[in-house]
């Protein structure tokens, strides 16, 4: 048995009468929309609703399943504890999406608990399916820091292990859309709020799922959308499947986006094959931009190779420019996957006899001793993007008004801890965030009196 059917819904919690005292008035169009999903849960009679939620616990590089036979939660948080739920959970399905996931190095599993407390990602879906529909247990599924291309595998292992149990289930990807509509919402108004909003909409309303992989991080952060990640599973879920989607509602009053679609599986579709189809596209780019890389990024790329894959630091090539061989600089190699960063270290002044070692021992550095990541494996090499970044001589300046973000990197420096943010960097786009990443790098508290110095770099790709 196939996943029946998903549906893509929002979770904001004013919608629940009780939590909004009449301000669920204002997003009417929504509840209509939300009634008529539930409905239609309640005619399909799930044995198992799979939930999709931003607000379940999260991690950087994990995918929190909740363990454990039941849960409980209520909106007391949102002045509406008589507002209550207690599900219980499939946990036949539940092992077999961890267990199927394991088998394909998806990290995902039931560790990690923080709070087993039921969340309003999830509550919201269940209070109008519970409307109309009583039985059904719950499957609760976090989503992670990890690429769109890691969400979209879990998707189909959540589809495998249904097929292999053969449940009948339902999935909702519960997820808000931008929350940067409206200058008097909540959250603000930025340009790509809307952009985001009407985007998702037409993707997720012709059911284009590989378009989902077009949507970039930096976007998504400054859209401040929470629910790309839960749809992107849901697609894969529909991964070689025809589907039949409706768009029922969007409504932006509120300042928030809040989209609602219906996605019916329709038989095989070979051409739907949206991850194989995008890796694809990406290992060609990769591949191209590899054989159009200049020395110093070929050099960063051969020198954590060999580390990675023999733990081997390569002697300095012959045939290198003199300008890599004959100078001293301090040196910075970035690595992302999937546009997403994977790692990068450097050195502000050099530490090295010349740029071409600098660049070898910080490519290994990068790859494997970067604190915030694991180490990069052999099957991620050919996924990597790499750049090198030639850091000039720092120089003191006496005010922000001296930088450029796209010209200059920023050191802030207070007694013995320095923090370096390199310039051109996507998302940091005032003087201000620049300053405020390169100091809390440093481990320096915004009431403690800095110094700034800035330097340009020649970046390499």
Same mark, same amino acid.
């Given at each position: 048995?196939?996943? %029946? ?29 939300? $009634? ?27 995918? *929190? ?39 394909? $190095? !998806? ?25 109309? *529909?009583?039985?059904?247990? @719950? ?29 009948? /289930? ?21 340009? #790509? ?20 992989? $077009?949507?970039?991080?930096?976007? /998504? ?38 989209? @609602? ?16 189809? *995008? %890796? ?32 081997? @630091? ?29 790692? /990068?270290?450097?050195? !502000? ?7 071409? #070692? ?22 991620? %090499?050919?996924? %990597? ?15 922000? $008004? ?5 010209? *200059?990197?920023?050191?802030?420096? /207070? ?47």
């Amino acid at each position: 048995m196939s996943i %029946l059917a998903a549906f893509m819904v929002p979770h904001p919690p004013l919608i629940v009468p009780a939590v909004g005292r009449g301000g669920e008035a204002e997003i009417e169009e929504t509840t209509r929309a939300y $009634d008529r999903v539930a409905q239609e849960i309640a005619e399909l009679k799930p044995e198992t609703i799979i939930v999709t939620s931003p607000h379940q616990t999260m991690y950087l590089d994990y995918f *929190y399943i909740s363990p454990g036979n039941r849960a409980k939660g209520s909106f007391a948080q949102f002045r509406a504890p008589e507002v209550r739920f207690e599900v219980g959970y499939d946990r036949e399905l539940r092992d077999a999406i961890c267990r199927i996931a394991a088998e394909r $190095d !998806i990290p995902a599993g039931t560790d990690g608990e923080r709070d087993a407390r039921l969340d309003h990602g999830t509550m919201v879906p269940l209070w109008f399916i519970r409307k109309y *529909y009583a039985p059904g247990k @719950i499957i609760r599924i976090g989503l992670s820091g990890l690429p769109l291309t890691e969400h979209y595998r879990l998707g189909q292992a959540i589809r495998d292990a249904v097929e292999e149990t053969g449940r009948r /289930c339902v999935l909702v990807a519960s997820g808000d859309l931008s929350h940067k509509l409206q200058p008097h919402g909540p959250y603000g108004f930025a340009p #790509e709020g809307p952009e985001y909003d009407e985007r998702i909409m037409d993707v997720c309303g012709r059911a284009a799922f590989g378009e989902l992989f $077009d949507f970039d991080e930096t976007f /998504c952060e400054k859209a401040a959308e929470c629910g790309h990640r839960s749809f992107v599973i849901m697609a894969g879920a529909f991964d070689g499947t025809a589907v039949k989607a409706e768009r029922l509602s969007h409504q932006d009053v509120t300042g928030v986006g809040y989209g @609602i679609c219906t996605f019916y599986p329709e038989g095989p579709d070979e051409s739907r094959h949206f991850l194989d189809a *995008y %890796l694809a596209r990406e290992e060609a780019e990769l591949k191209a931009k590899r054989e159009r890389s200049d020395a110093y990024v070929r050099l960063a790329r051969a020198s954590l190779e060999s580390y990675i894959l023999r733990r081997e @630091i390569i002697d300095i090539p012959a045939g290198l420019p003199a300008e890599m061989t004959q100078r001293q600089a301090g040196a910075f190699v970035s690595i992302h996957k999937q546009g997403k960063l994977r790692g /990068c270290i450097g050195t !502000i002044a050099p530490t090295q006899d010349c740029v071409a #070692e600098e660049i070898i021992y910080n490519a290994i550095s990068a790859s494997t001793r970067d604190p915030r990541f694991s180490a990069i494996r052999p099957d991620e %090499l050919d996924l %990597l993007d790499i750049n090198v970044d030639v850091l000039g001589e720092p120089e003191d300046i006496t005010s922000p $008004d001296e930088l450029d973000v796209k010209r *200059y990197g920023v050191i802030v420096s /207070c007694g013995g801890r320095r923090g370096l943010l390199l310039p051109d960097l996507d998302g940091v786009d005032t003087v201000e965030e620049q300053i405020d990443i390169a100091r809390q790098k440093g481990g320096i508290r915004k009431n403690e009196p800095y110094t700034l110095q800035r330097f340009e770099v020649v970046r390499h790709y």
